[in-house]
């Protein structure tokens, strides 16, 4: 078996401005991962089918988020090692089917994402999906060729970022949504939908995105016990920006269901997040859409890739940046592939992924969470809390109750 060397935490240039900047650079690698076209998609489809009730999956799926998320970025950070070198260390050779797990599911998520900037072009400008969603992972290609990739990455994300909540908080205002029944229903919902709840938290939480911002801090150098601070912060903020999304994007859906507009789910052609921003808003609302599909889309092709590709390092530890970003460029590339063979709707597609990257969510959550009880000689002499390892162990069992109780209907998604 293949010994993995923790990545050594480095200081850039620049101090405390650098490690703010790193701090914000996974913030929101995280946090648009999170919120990405999946998660538009899924949650115009469920608020079409639950209505105001769906606002319950929402904050369950945060509430879940903000223990994943806190437990994975500190797990991570301390031992200076990415999430499969800590589950081989953990448990031999587990580290190899949680990077083949996330992986597969980072593929199909990009395919989705690469569907998902199809839609968006075609909303904004009438451009073939197809064409679009080529044109997307091309100019996704073109970022980490470039020769300052990872602040490339970074730029993209940052504007993506603003640019998608401007048009969503105008989506909301617009469409008027009956806030008092959503509240009611945030916490005591008519309806509870395991499957449902099972695809949000995957399409916000699972597969790659669980990892997303950890290795990109891990990457930036920015880890260690003396950041632990620092970095619980960043993760709370990320978590607190995906929270605000999330709830927003749902009102602006419900203002439009509440307002008697039939939104169609059925038929290859279904876009139901595009029919609820035109209802919202007429064509411009439409065009809106496009761009917030766009904005989400990018972000999402960029973070699946880095990601998943981060992952290769269960197989081969000694990996340069510039090789890294070439099996991000291939990575891409397959996507693409797939994305213009596969005949599965975008839409369709981008519920199914999250479903499955909910599924994979446990298995990676419990390896972590056994390293972080049983492996003190990993944590670099830091005394993990208990308290947030109970509530890791809560979570990870109520992941994997919904993961049994969600995988057929899952599947059944894309009528398997």
Not at 361 to 374: D, E, H, N, Q, Y
Request: hydrophobic share 55%; glycine share 12%.
């Amino acid at each position: 078996m293949q010994k993995t060397e923790p990545v050594p935490g480095r200081k850039a240039a620049g101090g405390a401005q650098s490690q703010r900047y790193a701090l914000l650079s996974a913030m929101f690698l995280m946090s648009m991962a999170a919120v990405g076209p999946g998660f538009i998609t899924q949650t115009a489809t469920f608020t079409v089918k639950l209505g105001a009730a769906f606002a319950f999956a929402i904050v369950v799926s945060i509430l879940i988020d903000f223990v994943v998320q806190a437990n994975v970025w500190r797990i991570v950070a301390v031992t200076r090692m990415r999430a499969p070198a800590i589950a081989n260390a953990a448990i031999p050779g587990s580290g190899y089917l949680l990077a083949i797990l996330v992986i597969i599911g980072g593929l199909f998520f990009n395919v989705g994402n690469i569907g998902g900037a199809g839609l968006g072009l075609n909303a904004m400008v009438d451009l073939d999906p197809k064409i679009g969603g080529a044109a997307a992972a091309l100019a996704a290609i073109g970022i980490f060729l470039s020769r300052r990739a990872g602040v490339a990455m970074d730029r993209v994300v940052f504007v993506a970022a603003f640019v998608k909540l401007a048009l969503i908080l105008y989506a909301t205002v617009v469409s008027g949504p009956p806030v008092a029944d959503a509240f009611h229903q945030t916490f005591l919902p008519s309806t509870i939908d395991f499957a449902t709840i099972t695809t949000i938290v995957g399409g916000t939480v699972g597969g790659y995105i669980t990892y997303a911002g950890a290795h990109r801090l891990l990457d930036k150098g920015t880890a260690g016990v003396e950041n632990i601070s620092a970095i619980n912060r960043a993760a709370l903020s990320g978590i607190a920006i995906t929270g605000v999304l999330r709830y927003i994007l749902f009102l602006a859906v419900l203002g439009v269901v509440a307002s008697g507009v039939v939104i169609d789910l059925s038929g290859k052609g279904a876009n139901p997040a595009g029919q609820a921003f035109h209802a919202a808003a007429g064509d411009i609302g439409f065009r809106l859409f496009g761009a917030v599909f766009l904005a989400s889309a990018m972000t999402s092709i960029i973070g699946a890739a880095y990601t998943s590709v981060s992952f290769l390092t269960a197989f081969r530890p000694e990996i340069s940046e510039r090789q890294r970003n070439l099996a991000t460029v291939a990575f891409i590339c397959i996507s693409l592939v797939a994305y213009v063979i596969i005949t599965t709707p975008p839409a369709a597609m981008l519920v199914f992924v999250g479903g499955l990257n909910g599924l994979v969510l446990p298995i990676g959550l419990s390896m972590l969470l056994f390293a972080a009880w049983k492996r003190a000689d990993l944590m670099n002499g830091y005394q993990y809390p208990r308290w947030l390892l109970v509530l890791g162990a809560l979570v990870c069992c109520l992941t994997w109750y919904m993961a049994y109780k969600s995988i057929g209907p899952i599947f059944a998604l894309l009528g398997l």
